[in-house]
């Protein structure tokens, strides 16, 4: 039986390849918030560590807009030209 967490879980999956909050929301069976809210506690616990979070933030599929104010979170529309065909963030844990 696997004892580990969600939390380390998505950080193993983090650790071998990166993903999104929908994709990994679906492997461990949580909602996209519940992912981005393990994603933030991770980037901060890998603070004093020899890895770190990376983040390919959301982009606008319409115009390109990658300024997001936050690129741990999935925007519902792009603050430019106000479509709502937003990517997703990936995100991957590499060595520092």
Do not use: W, Y
Not at 67 to 86: A, L
């Amino acid at each position: 039986m696997d004892d580990q967490t969600t939390r380390e879980r998505i950080l193993d999956t983090l650790r071998e390849r990166p993903d999104t909050p929908s994709g990994l929301a679906e492997a461990f069976g949580v909602s996209r918030g519940t992912v981005l809210t393990h994603v933030r506690h991770l980037s901060k616990s890998l603070d004093d560590t020899d890895e770190e979070l990376l983040v390919k933030p959301p982009e606008c599929r319409e115009c390109g807009f990658d300024g997001f104010d936050d690129p741990v979170n999935v925007p519902s529309r792009c603050p430019e030209c106000k479509h709502e065909n937003v990517e997703e963030p990936a995100f991957v844990v590499e060595a520092a």
